[in-house]
């Protein structure tokens, strides 16, 4: 049974930052991409980050280059997502994912398996 738990989303003004951690289990999770998405009220999910099994290979959203930053450690079966320069638009649900693959995914329907999100509020 894979899980996947993500934690470190808070309330931050517009300018901070905010790290956020997925511990994931229940499968070798080192041998598969992961990725990062979000859901704000009324919208539907989006693509925010990928990453490939090993972290040599990281892919973004437009919109959020040159700010967030993807990141794993298999050692410690955590996925990461460092968040800097948040804006009031970056609030949502934020939400792991991984991919029975070992290449990484902008596509929600590539995506195997679902952590039950964080919400990070930004305000302005």
């Known amino acids: 049974q894979v899980q996947l738990v993500e934690s470190g989303g808070g309330v931050v003004q517009a300018g901070g930052s905010l790290r956020l951690s997925c511990a994931h289990s229940?499968?070798?999770?080192?041998?598969?991409?992961m990725g990062w998405f979000r859901q704000a009220p009324g919208k539907e999910r989006e693509f925010v980050a990928a990453i490939n099994w090993i972290g040599l290979s990281t892919d973004y959203a437009d919109f959020v280059k040159g700010r967030f930053t993807i990141s794993r450690d298999n050692a410690r079966n955590t996925l990461y997502l460092q968040m800097a320069s948040l804006k009031p638009e970056d609030t949502a649900v934020y939400y792991c994912a991984q991919r029975s693959r070992t290449s990484g995914s902008s596509r929600f329907a590539d995506y195997d398996y679902w952590g039950q999100g964080t919400q990070v509020t930004v305000s302005s």
């Open positions: 229940g499968r070798s999770s080192g041998n598969y991409a």
